[in-house]
């Protein structure tokens, strides 16, 4: 199957949705050819506005651009466009819980060549920390379509945490998701695999080698880290005994961490974290998921050395 | 509609509105008299000399102008002149953060119609009026004027860079229908604004970012009417009116005084300062 981007579905997204009589806008800071919002831009010039290499203004105009009843996107890098502008999100879109829409592209290490400065890993845990704000984080080109779809049609402030990693597709034309929303992609019984994004892909290989070694791994993916799917964790949870969360983001805050404090809450479940612990660096995607113990081997060996424990 | 008061009128409501500052902020305690007293002639000009247009009886009415306090912490002069619309009540004055009250800290837009987005985190007011303005350029059919929003900074904050990404964007766009007030009374918490970090020749600085600026005495409703009016009548840019203001303006004790940036004045403060407005409003009665 073809591999594409979750960033590749943003902008197209947008257009259809404006296509379909939405009233949605994009805010970029020059870099709408990566983020893809140039699309907009083609097909509706009037619904596109570029603040150039200013993040905190693309917040601020984002939300002046709600206040008049639009729908606004805001598109950039996650480092800068979450990173650079939280005061921002923090005390003008969640705050005054404003219909604005922040969704990044370029999150995690599978940034690659530009390296740690440029592959954001705190993101999540910045955004699901703020009330108001809901995390959604799509796992390929559909999923990113349907988070897009989400969230233009739920009201107040909605993440989408984007990549420009290629990844396999997971789902088909069909899947919509939702809010919340966590889908059991393989069924399995001795432990869980919770994934978002990149991760996703990743963790089902992982899967496929677990089951050569005789372990069945159940996985999850995480679409909406906030709100969590609880029911559908819990369950898993509860059929498995263990959990482990996978995620190209640092486990400090991330949505393991959120998992970690939903199941400790109401069912104590042994964990295992795979993610990050420190800045990234320059090399290929790939490459920098198998050096990070995030691709499909490296998940495998983790989660055994947790099962056979 | 919007309400429309000679300047006599207006200079007398802008005296209550200090008045209400001072209870207010003096009630609570806390708060932050000097920089709500410097902006009040600004928003008494706003509401009560006809410039803006809003609802007096619906303070959400849809066709609106915007008013954006990017400096939230002069959230009593707003809800001072939200007092005088009728918006807050009489003894809501009271309340000024304390638990459940609609007059909160610095401005919210979830607790007190009126309020078009939460404020205080300086720096990011003129962005969002940025942005609503290009919205509603962009929404009016030929012919029709815009709806205008409004955005008070405060002169401390220009420290922001956020601000100056403003600045570029609102020229480059257009945005006639933007007009920011620079409450320019050279004071901040750690002292003097030149001092600490100058804006320098701010009304330079302003024109070569492509802002139409005009210079005027910021206690001065009638000149601060007619720079509106300017600003209105002016289509090729965003204005800005630069106002030399008195932090503290009209509380002889506090005026000029950094210390009164975010300090409550005691029982005996207070009385001393409500008999300077009551002399200040003998003052301009005998004008009439």
Known sequence: MAKRATREAFGETLVELANEGVNVCAVDADLAGSTTTNKLQKAYPDRFVDVGIAEQDMIGVASGLALTGLIPFTASFAVFGVGRCYDQIRNTVCDSNLNVKVCPTHAGITVGEDGATHEMLEDIGMMRALPNMRVLVPADYRAAKAAIRIAATTPGPVYVRMGRHKVPEVYDEYFVGGLPYAGVLREGTDVTILACGVEVAQSLAAADILAKSGISAEVIDVFSVKPLAEDVILASAEKTGRVVTVEEHMVSTGMGSAVAALLAEKRPTPMRFVGMGSFGTSAP??????????????IARQVEEFVRA | MSITKTTHEARLIANSMRHDIITMVS???SGHPGGSLSCTDILATLFFTGVMSYDENDPS?????????SKGHAAPALYAAFHQLGWVRDDELGTLR??????????????????????????QGLSIAAGAALGFLADAPEGVRPRHVFCVCGDGEMQEGSNWEALMFAPNHGLSNLTMFLDLNNLQIDGDVRKVNSLGDVDAKLAAFGWHVIHTDGHDIERLHAAVEDALAFSAAPTAIVCDTVKGKGVSFMENEAGWHGKAPNEEETALALADLDAERVQIEKEA
């Open chain 2, 98 to 123: 304390q638990l459940g009250t609609r007059l909160q800290g610095h401005p919210d837009r979830n607790a007190l119609p009126g309020v078009e987005v939460c404020s205080g985190s300086l720096g």
């Open chain 2, 61 to 69: 009415s849809p066709e609106r102008d915007l008013l954006i306090i």
């Open chain 1, 285 to 298: 995607g790939d490459v920098l998921l198998e050096h990070f113990g995030l691709d499909g081997a490296g």
């Open chain 2, 27 to 29: 009630k609570a305690k």
